[in-house]
C-alpha cells in the first residue's frame, strides 16, 4: 500500500507540474506533403534558432502529415524537414512571440526512383566514448565471432573477468549486469552461466556506466553493464542469421536468426541462438601448511582437469504495438535452456615436509547440470507531446531453475599407488529463483532547458537453495547429514528517485539526483536431525544523492564532475551458512551476518576534440565485501587440510585511478583505440583475526586497430593486458591475450564472412599466490581460450515500399533502425 501511495502522489505531482509549465505556452504546429500534396508520415521536422542552426527540438509527423511543438520560447526559428525518398528542405525563417504560430504547409520533392532501394553500409566504430559511459559496439569487433557475452565483456575498456567468471570494472567488483535496461539479478556462478550461454551475434551494444544517474538502481559498487540485445525496427519483414564454427582443443559451434515485421501499428521481433561448447579446465595448486613458527608441516599438490560439454539455448520473442501515435504497448518472452556436463579428474599428492609423498588421492566427478530461464516483460510507453513529457511503465517477472545432479568417487592410495579405499558421494543441488519487478518512470521538460525526471520501483524476490548429499556405507546409500541443507530466502526493495537537470548556458550543465531505497530481508536455514534450524531477517534505509557538472570550455575541450554513492548487497546464496561440497580438500559456505557494502565515488572527465578521453576517479569502499580463505578445523582445534572459501566483510578499500582512451584515425583505411586504466587499491581491516593492509597498483590496457579496405575486406588487432595487483587475499600475476581476425562482404553485401583467432599465444593463463592463516598457495588456470573460429552472416529481406516509420522515442531509437537494416 504504502508503495501504491508513493506512485499516485509522484504521477499527480508530475501532472501537476505540467500543468502550471504549460499555462504560457507557444505553440508551433504545420504539415507535410509530397509533390502531390498527399500527406507525407513521419516525416522528421527539425526546429532549429534561425540564428545559429543550433537544434531546438524533434518531431514526426502524423498520419495525416501533421506536426507540432509545445512550450517553444519567443524568437525566430526555422524547421528542417526530411523523409524517406523524398530531399529535404529548409522553410522560411519566421517568428515566435508568445502566441500559435501555423507554418506554411511543406511540400517535398521525391529524390530519382533510382533510389528505390538503398542499403546503408556505414559501420559503428567499435569503441564509442561519451561524458557519462562507454558504449561497445559488438558486430564492429571482428574477433567477438564465435564468443559468448562473458568473452566480449572480457575485451571491454576497463572490465576484468577472473577465472570463476567474476566482472570487474576498472579494478572494482560489485558489478551490475543488466539486459535491455533490466536487471539479471544474478551474480557469481549464475551470472557466469548466463552470460556464457549468449552469443555474440545476439548483441547489439554494451554500454558502461561507472557512477549511473538515480533513475538505475543504486546496486553496483564499481557501476553498471548495460548488454543490449538486437532489435529490428525496420518496416516490412527483415532479418538475419548466422552459422559459425570453433576449433579449439575442442570443437565448438554457434548459430542464431533473428526476425523482425513492422507494418502499420504492430512490430513483431525473434530471435534464436543455439551454441555447441566443448571444453576444458586445468587448475594447478600448490599449497604448503606451516607450523607456529613458519616452518612446514606438508606440502599439499593439485592437479583439477575438468573437461565441459555446453549446449546452449536462447529463445526470444516479443511485440510493439502503437496504439496511437503516441502511446505504444509491448511485451516481450524470453527463455533460456543450458544443458552441461562436466566430468573431472583431480589428483592430490600429501606431502611430509621433505617433499616425500604420504598419501595420494584421486576425485573423479560426474557433474550433470540444467540450467532454465524464463521471463516476461510488459511494458508501456506515452508520449504526451513532442516537447518529450512522456510516461513509461514496466512489468517484470522472471524465473531462473537449475538442476544440479553430482557424483564423486574419491579414492585413497598409498605412495606406491596400491589402493588403500573409496569414498562415494551423490549430490542433488536444485536451485529456483523467482523475481518479480514492477516501475514506472516520468520525465518532464521544463521552462529554461530544465527537466525534471521522476519514477518508482519495487522487486521482490524469493530463492530456494537446496543440497542434497548422499554418501556410500557399507554397501548401501545414506544421507550425510554434515553436507545436507536448505536454504530459503526472500528479498524486497521499495525505490523512489526524482532528478532535475539543468542547462545553465552554452557552456554549463548541471544534474542532480536522489534516490531513496527500502531493503527488506529474510532467511531461513532449515535444520536436520543433525543440524538446527536458523534464520535471520533485516530492514534498513539508504538515500544515494548523484551530481554532475559538465562545462563545454570550447568546441575542443569537454569537462564533466560526477559524484555518487552506491550499494553492495550480498548474493543470495552468499548468504547461506552452510557449507558445500567442492572436492575434498575444498569447501564453500555463506556468511548470514554479511552486510551491504557501500561506496563514494567521484570522477572527473576530460574529452579533447571527441577523440581523447581521460578520466581520474577516486572511490572508497566501507564494509567492503571479498572472498576470503579459512583452514577448516579438526575434532583437537587443530587447523586442518581443506580450504573453506565464502564471502566476508573484510575492511575498508581506497582506490584512486586514472584512465586515458584514444580513438585515432591514423588513415582513411586504419582506426585504432587505445584504453589504458591504472589504479591504486589499499585494503585495510581485520580478517580472520589478523590485520589487513595490503596496497599495491594495477594497470589494465586494452588495444584494438580496425582495418578497412576495398572490395568489402576488412580486418583487425586487438588485445588486452593486465598487470600484476590483488584481488583481496589474492596477488593475481601479469597475463593477458592478443586476437586477430579478417571478414569479407559478400553477395552484393548481403552476407559476411568472418575469419579469427582468440588468444593467439595462449597467454590468457590466470595464476598467483594466496597466504592466510598458516597456509601459503600458488595457482595456475588453463582453459581452451586459443580457438579459431569462422562465420558466415545472411541479411535477408526487404523494407515496405513508399513507408516511413513512425519514431519511438528519441534519436537513439532512429540511430539503431539504420544499423538494423545494414549490420
Known sequence: MRTKLIVASIILTAFNLAAVAQQKAAKVAGTVGGADKAAIQAATVTLLKAKDSAVVKMSVSDKAGKFEFENIPEGKYLLLVSAVGHAKKYTPAFEVAGTAVEVAPVALVGESKEMKAVTITASRPMIEQKIDRTVVNVEASVTNVGANALEVLEKAPGVQVDKDGNISLKGKQGVVIMMDGRPSYLTGPELANLLKGMQASQLDQIEIMTNPPAKYDAAGNSGIINIKTKKNKIKGFNGNATVGVGQGVYFKTNESISLNYRDGKMNLFSSYSFGYNENFQQLDIYRRYKNNDKTTNAIFEQVAFMKKLNRNNNLKLGMDYYLTNKT????????????????????????????????????????????????????????????????????????????????????????????????????????????????????????????????????????????????????????????????????????????????????????????????????????????????????????????????????????????????????????????????????????????????????????????????????????????????????????????????????????????????????????????????????????????????????????????????????????????????????????????????????????????????????????????????????????????????????????????????????????NRVKGGGE
Open 328 to 815: 505504444t504497448i509491448g511485451f516481450v518472452l524470453s527463455g533460456a535452456y543450458n544443458p552441461e556436463t562436466n566430468d573431472g579428474k583431480n589428483t592430490s599428492y600429501l606431502k611430509n615436509p621433505q617433499s616425500q609423498v604420504d598419501s595420494i588421492i584421486t576425485a573423479d566427478s560426474y557433474i550433470k547440470e540444467v540450467w532454465k530461464n524464463a521471463s516476461v516483460n510488459l511494458n508501456m510507453r506515452h508520449q504526451f507531446d513532442s516537447t518529450g513529457r512522456e510516461l513509461t511503465a514496466d512489468l517484470d517477472y522472471i524465473r531462473y531453475d537449475a538442476s544440479n545432479d553430482q557424483h564423486f568417487i574419491n579414492t585413497t592410495y598409498n605412495p606406491g599407488w596400491v589402493k588403500r579405499y573409496d569414498e562415494l558421494l551423490d549430490g542433488n543441488l536444485p536451485l529456483s529463483i523467482n523475481i518479480y519487478s514492477a516501475k514506472v518512470d516520468y520525465t518532464h521538460p521544463l521552462k529554461n532547458n530544465m527537466k525534471l525526471e521522476m519514477g518508482v520501483k519495487s522487486s521482490y524476490v524469493n530463492t530456494e537453495n537446496k543440497a542434497n548429499y548422499f554418501e556410500f556405507v557399507s554397501g548401501q546409500w545414506q544421507t550425510d547429514y554434515a553436507k545436507t541443507n536448505f536454504f530459503d530466502y526472500k528479498e524486497n526493495i521499495n525505490a523512489a528517485y526524482v532528478s532535475l537537470n539543468k542547462q545553465l548556458n552554452k557552456k554549463w550543465g548541471v544534474q542532480a539526483g536522489l534516490r531513496f531505497e527500502n531493503t527488506n530481508l529474510e532467511g531461513i536455514q532449515y535444520g536436520n536431525p543433525t543440524q538446527k534450524d536458523s534464520a535471520f531477517d533485516r530492514s534498513y534505509n539508504s538515500l544515494f544523492p548523484t551530481v554532475y557538472i559538465s562545462y563545454n570550455a570550447n568546441k575542443d575541450n569537454q569537462f564533466g564532475l560526477n559524484y555518487g554513492r552506491r550499494i553492495d548487497r550480498p548474493s543470495y546464496e552468499n548468504l547461506n551458512p552452510f557449507m558445500f561440497f567442492i572436492d575434498k580438500f575444498t569447501y564453500g559456505s555463506g556468511n548470514p551476518f554479511m552486510k551491504p557494502q557501500y561506496s563514494d565515488n567521484i570522477e572527473l572527465t576530460h574529452i579533447f576534440k571527441g577523440f581523447l578521453t581521460t578520466t581520474l576517479n577516486y572511490n572508497v569502499t566501507k564494509d567492503l565485501f571479498n572472498e576470503t580463505f579459512t583452514q577448516d578445523k579438526l575434532p583437537n582445534g587443530e587447523n586442518g587440510y581443506a580450504t573453506i572459501v565464502r564471502q566476508g566483510n573484510i575492511g575498508r578499500r581506497e582506490n584512486v585511478g586514472i584512465a586515458v582512451s584514444v580513438q585515432i584515425p591514423v588513415t582513411k583505411w586504419f582506426t585504432t583505440m587505445l584504453y589504458s586504466n591504472y589504479n591504486y587499491i589499499k585494503y585495510s581491516g581485520v580478517l580472520n583475526g589478523e590485520e589487513l593492509n595490503v596496497e599495491a597498483g594495477n594497470l589494465m590496457v586494452n588495444m584494438n586497430n580496425q582495418f578497412k579496405f576495398n572490395k568489402g575486406w576488412s580486418a583487425e588487432l586487438s588485445g588486452w593486458f593486465r598487470g600484476k595487483g590483488p584481488e583481496g587475499q589474492i596477488v593475481l600475476d601479469p597475463f593477458g591475450q592478443l586476437s586477430a581476425g579478417i571478414a569479407k562482404q559478400v553477395l552484393k553485401g548481403k552476407g559476411t564472412v568472418k575469419l579469427n583467432v582468440r588468444d593467439i599465444f595462449y597467454t590468457q593463463q590466470p595464476k598467483g599466490e594466496i597466504n592466510f592463516q598458516s597456509t601459503e598457495a600458488k595457482f595456475k588456470n588453463y582453459r581452451d581460450s586459443r580457438v579459431v573460429n569462422l562465420t558466415f552472416t545472411y541479411r535477408f529481406g526487404k523494407p515496405l515500399k513508399n513507408t516511413n516509420g513512425r519514431k519511438k522515442g528519441g534519436a537513439g531509437d532512429e540511430q
